[in-house]
């Protein structure tokens, strides 16, 4: 029996997405076990697992964990880097429980 997760879900509008996502993973990359391509991106914080999905128009981003708790710090960890890799645009990070 595999352990209780919590995930949650945001679709962001961006025409930056791969750019964004290749970002994201290149940064946790020196630290943390990331993966990504051209579309698909993965990064394996402690916390949980963040999966990313970009296409042309949008970036979408999959959160995984043990406990709302750590939910919570993905959320927050990864709207701050995006919203820091995207300064030159507002992105709208709208996470919903998946």
């Given amino acids: ?3 209780p997760t919590v995930r949650a ?3 962001v509008a961006t025409a930056n ?3 964004y ?3 994201l993973c290149k940064h946790f990359q020196h630290k943390l076990p990331a993966e990504f391509d ?3 991106g993965s990064i394996s914080f402690p ?3 963040v999966r990313l999905t ?3 128009e949008t970036l979408a981003i999959t959160l995984e ?3 709302d708790q750590e939910l919570d710090r993905l959320e927050d960890v990864v709207a701050r880097h995006l919203a820091r890799f995207a300064f030159r645009e507002e992105l709208d990070v709208q996470w919903r429980g998946a």
Avoid: T
Wanted: glycine fraction near 4%; hydrophobic fraction near 40%; charge should be negative.
């Fill in 38 to 40: 051209e579309a698909v």
């Fill in 47 to 49: 916390a949980g697992e």
């Fill in 65 to 67: 964990a043990k406990s």
């Fill in 9 to 11: 879900e945001a679709r």
């Fill in 17 to 19: 997405a791969c750019k």
């Fill in 1 to 3: 029996m595999s352990d």
């Fill in 54 to 56: 970009a296409n042309a």
């Fill in 21 to 23: 996502m290749q970002q």
